[in-house]
């Protein structure tokens, strides 16, 4: 199963930021391993001399999945930031091929969303038709979801559709630089209740050793990709 794969996933550690990454190589594999048609953008960074590497695996509609697979932190699981985005994204794309995806680089401290920057100017350079980009982050357990306040068409839709749906203020993501260069796009992150109020604990283990796979529902994991995301995509 698909979701399990979050396991292995967890598993790799990035020795060394300068090159394509081990986690990259993994998302690579999978991509393979399912027979998913994927491209590799390469971008060069002058102010931090690297180069960035953005997987786009596009589909026939003109709705977009992304979610980023780089960690701030080499030495943890990155198990809900943001790996199970990632099987997430995979998954939707296994079950929708129509669907698009772009696996991104660069959103963690220091980059701070270079890797959305170039996925943007990717799809302006070569006039992708782009009616909605949906960012995937944390999305590894919990049966209720917000998305930012970020008003758009998609906000709408998503909680026009959803009954327990909320919105919140959020930190950086991906979908502000998506936004910034003129495209439609929200966050939407996945939590449980405690004493019926979202519990919000699971969110600030990013970036720890507290972000361990074994928080992680591969049940939640699947609901939320059969019982969220296509609907979003259908309804949206």
Request: glycine share 2%.
């Amino acid at each position: 199963m698909i979701y399990n794969e979050i396991y292995n996933f967890c598993k790799i550690r990035d020795i060394n930021k300068k090159n394509y990454s081990n986690r990259a190589k993994f998302v690579v594999s999978l991509l393979n391993k399912y027979n998913i048609q994927y491209k590799i953008i390469r971008t060069f960074n002058n102010n931090f001399n690297k180069y960035f590497y953005n997987i786009f695996c596009l589909g026939s509609s003109n709705k977009f999945l992304s979610a980023h697979y780089d960690v701030a932190n080499i030495n943890v699981d990155n198990a809900n930031d943001n790996s199970a985005s990632v099987i997430n994204a995979i998954a939707y794309k296994l079950k929708n091929p129509s669907i698009n995806l772009i696996i991104l680089d660069a959103e963690e401290p220091p980059f701070m969303g270079i890797g959305s920057k170039y996925a943007s100017l990717y799809l302006k350079k070569y006039n992708i038709p782009v009616k909605w980009i949906l960012n995937l982050e944390l999305t590894g357990s919990g049966e209720y979801f917000f998305i930012d306040k970020f008003e758009t068409n998609l906000a709408k839709g998503i909680m026009d559709n959803f009954e327990n749906a909320f919105s919140v203020n959020t930190p950086f993501n991906d979908s502000y630089l998506f936004r910034r260069y003129g495209f439609e796009s929200n966050v939407i992150t996945t939590v449980n209740l405690k004493d019926n109020e979202p519990n919000m604990e699971i969110l600030y283990y990013s970036h720890s050793a507290a972000d361990s796979v074994d928080k992680i529902s591969t049940t939640d994991m699947r609901n939320f990709v059969n019982n969220v995301i296509d609907k979003i995509v259908h309804v949206c």
